[in-house]
């Protein structure tokens, strides 16, 4: 008769990081769907991109590059095919005529926020299959899970990052 072993424990290292391991899974298809229709126009590695200048605005190529953790060469290559696209767009610096600014067009800001709210009426649905109380414990997880991991949280629960990385090699 084999032995059953005991439950475990929730606040066990391990069960815990395969239940976020699960979860990201879920999430990550849940992006990856809500970008799917994108695709067309965007790679991801152009819409992380499109998602940087969204979340911290207008900024130089150096700059770019550090928070997308890529050579500048790198970034200005995706660069150069998002303005070819019409998705961002290039100036020059009043403050200082020997750079150039990058920021998001018009088009650049309707398809990052197309697809952030494709990405959250999704997990809105899964969110609403759950009971209350778990929703409520969800909320606290995830709160002590983003801390602890360093993410700044969301002043405004409508602007969300759509796809959040770190700014640049830690």
Request: a positive charge; aromatic letters at 2%.
């Amino acid at each position: 008769m084999a032995s059953e072993q005991p439950p475990a424990a929730t606040d066990d290292v391990d069960v815990v990081t395969r239940a976020v391991l699960t979860a990201s899974r879920l999430l990550v298809a849940i992006s990856a769907r809500s970008l799917a229709a994108a695709e067309e126009r965007v790679t991801l590695p152009q819409f992380r991109l499109l998602v940087v200048l969204s979340t911290h605005g207008s900024a130089k190529l150096v700059s770019l590059a550090e928070r997308l953790g890529v050579n500048p060469s790198t970034a200005m290559r995706m660069v150069d095919r998002l303005i070819a696209a019409g998705l961002v767009t290039r100036r020059v610096n009043p403050d200082n005529r020997r750079e150039t600014v990058l920021e998001l067009s018009g088009t650049g800001r309707a398809l990052v926020d197309d697809v952030t709210a494709k990405r959250r009426q999704e997990i809105a649905k899964v969110v609403a299959r759950m009971r209350p109380a778990a929703r409520s414990s969800l909320v606290a997880a995830l709160t002590a899970f983003t801390e602890a991991g360093g993410e700044p949280s969301v002043a405004d629960a409508t602007a969300a990052y759509p796809l959040g990385w770190p700014e640049g090699p830690s």
